[in-house]
């Protein structure tokens, strides 16, 4: 009971997905909605208010315990509710119903390089973007030589970030999220940047970062990756959870009911 | 002298037992928390603390041998106390209704609030050759213009100042308040990146702007009194009095900009009406023509626009020529504290939407 990090019970979450109505994409304005009104009423007062949208559950009862220093591996398809998992852990979104409880300061990761902007320079970037991910100004400025080395731009830390080539600006960008250090971390795919080498770089670096104690949670596509750095993994499926182990296992699983229906289609 | 006995006692057994508990607590594993994880010791390095006061709260008041008890208590239960004492850093749990202004956690962000202030400071003028000049331009060119059409062409009065000073000391604050209503109320759009993917307080995206605006606003400020030496109006000890009036101006502007803000990342018409919004408001307020040229009896009424009391205050401060009427100075006071409240109240209500509709 005493170290667990992550408790996640019956989590569920729900989007009202908008069909097309009067020909209109599921855009609302003021106007549609004044003029929808008595409309709208008058049909939740007929049939219960069923008339634009329908439920779709991202994410549905989804419940398990992620211990201190567990790294976690989420594998699943596309669109089944990873990364809504992540954004409900790291309280971008409210769930529907359920819950979870946080034991420990979270560091999320969803996106490489969020906050960064074009005009500013690289050295800039790297205070925006710490500050974004919930560092403190001296925290950055005590790490700031730390992430320079490791994006290997010193060259270029005055030049406006839109002049970066690609490689260049993923790779600062994941080395300010890569000194974070909180004691919880959830990582969204973003270790698909870079060329083999830099990827490296960050493997090593994330699997320096479960190595000190912390817990990670980690969304990936990458059956490797997932095996090589996370023990145990949980598979997700159209909002459920399908599958909870030993990786190896659930990823064998995984490939299983992959290829089963790649021949039945 | 009962009273000196029992007082000792209870000290003699009140020092027992805290050396018995602290004894206790040391040699109790898993009551610190693990030495090897020294990122984990600095976090609960309170907790055991409280732990202890919890038994020596408890220890003297037992009657008989608290010792014993606490003892037996801790050697029985050490892992229920620790997780007695692991309380969540924080519950995700769908939310109704109401939200509290949290401010505590507005000041755990406040390095990024100026983070964001800086930014914005630094993107609006880079890559333009005039830079800071386009600051100064804008109220400087609306003032000429009205200075011509109101001040020759309608001849407005101004309470005996020259109109251009006169108009320039209203647009000041003004360009200030819908400069700061634009980008605030634009900013969650602007930055919906960010909103989706990062967890942090939204309200510091308007507030950034608004505080941002006071950058702009003090450039605008040393323009003024250049136009104040040429035209010979000796600056007063009213003066003084500025930062008050400015204070309300951003409270009232912040308030304004947080509904727009909030109300635009569900419909987009927000961005468009504000613009028109501004535009009315402007000849709502007191910019071009003087308070006096309303009658009186409405002036109350007038004054629930809380525009009307900073630049009335404004031009009190710095022009000298109009009386300062207390009592509209207080109903604008008021509307700028009802507008910021339901602003702060009615965003972080929507808040918790914003990821999912932006």
């Keep these: 009971m005493s170290d667990v990090a992550i408790a996640v019970k019956n989590l569920s979450k729900s989007f009202k997905i908008a069909h097309q109505r009067d020909g209109l994409p599921g855009y609302r304005t003021l106007r549609d909605d004044l003029i929808g009104l008595p409309q709208r009423m008058l049909a939740r007062w007929k049939r219960n208010g069923q008339l634009t949208s329908e439920t779709f559950w991202a994410l549905k009862d989804v419940s398990f315990e992620v211990k201190k220093g567990e790294v976690v591996g989420i594998i699943g398809r596309n669109g089944t509710g990873k990364s809504t998992l992540l954004k409900i852990l790291s309280r971008i979104t409210e769930p529907t119903s359920g819950g979870a409880d946080i034991y420990g300061r979270v560091g999320a990761l969803l996106e490489v390089g969020t906050g960064f902007h074009p005009e500013l320079t690289g050295r800039e970037n790297i205070f925006m973007n710490g500050a974004i991910l919930g560092m403190k100004r001296v925290e950055i400025q005590r790490k700031f030589a730390e992430i320079v080395a490791f994006a290997g731009i010193d060259k270029f830390l005055d030049t406006p970030v839109k002049r970066y080539s690609t490689g260049m600006y993923v790779r600062l960008a994941f080395a300010v999220a890569a000194h974070l250090d909180p004691e919880i971390l959830l990582v969204d795919e973003v270790l698909a940047v870079g060329d083999t080498e830099f990827q490296q770089k960050c493997l090593g670096k994330m699997h320096d970062v479960s190595a000190a104690g912390r817990t990670v949670i980690f969304i990936s596509h990458s059956m490797e990756v997932v095996s090589r750095l996370c023990p145990r993994a949980i598979w997700l499926h159209e909002g459920q959870l399908i599958s909870d182990g030993p990786s190896d296992a659930v990823i064998a699983k995984y490939s299983d009911a992959g290829d089963r229906s790649a021949i039945q289609t | ?348 209500r929507a808040e918790r939407g914003f990821a999912d509709i932006i």
């Design chain 2, 1 to 348: 002298m009962s009273d000196t006995k029992a007082i000792v006692t209870e000290f003699v057994k009140y020092a027992i037992c805290r050396i018995a508990a602290q004894a206790i607590i040391l040699s109790v594993p898993g009551a610190w928390p693990a030495s090897g994880n020294a990122n984990c010791a600095t976090i609960q390095s309170s907790k055991p603390l409280a732990l202890r006061e919890r038994y020596l709260k408890i220890a003297p008041l037992s009657t008989e041998s608290p010792i014993v008890t606490t003892v037996a208590e801790l050697s029985t239960r050490p892992i229920r106390t620790q997780a007695r004492q692991q309380k969540p850093t924080f519950r995700i749990r769908p939310t109704k209704g109401w939200a509290a202004l949290n401010v505590r956690e507005l000041w755990k962000y406040r390095d990024l609030l100026w983070i964001l202030v800086e930014r914005d400071t630094k993107l609006l003028y880079k890559q333009t050759a005039l830079g800071v000049a386009w600051v100064v331009m804008q109220p400087l060119v609306a003032a000429v213009i009205f200075a011509v059409v109101f001040g020759r062409v309608a001849r407005l009065p101004s309470d005996g100042a020259p109109y251009l000073l006169f108009v320039f000391c209203g647009l000041t604050v003004w360009t200030y308040f819908s400069q700061a209503l634009q980008h605030a109320g634009n900013s969650l759009v602007r930055n919906a990146n960010l909103v989706s993917k990062v967890y942090f307080p939204k309200l510091l995206l308007p507030l950034a702007q608004t505080l941002r605006g006071l950058v702009d606003f003090t450039v605008t400020l040393v323009v003024l009194l250049v136009l104040m030496a040429i035209y010979r109006v000796p600056p007063t000890f009213r003066l003084a009095v500025l930062p008050v009036f400015l204070f309300f101006m951003t409270l009232t502007a912040t308030g304004v900009a947080l509904w727009f803000s909030a109300l635009s990342v569900k419909y987009r018409d927000c961005t468009h009406a504000l613009q028109y919004f501004i535009q009315i408001w402007l000849y709502a307020s007191p910019v071009v023509y003087p308070i006096s040229m309303i009658p009186e009896r409405w002036r109350p009424l007038f004054a629930l626009n809380p525009a009307v009391g900073f630049i009335e205050g404004f031009r009190w401060a710095v022009l000298g020529h109009s009386v300062l009427n207390p009592s509209l100075l207080c109903i604008t006071i008021v509307m700028s504290l009802v507008v910021l409240f339901s602003g702060a109240f009615f965003f972080r």
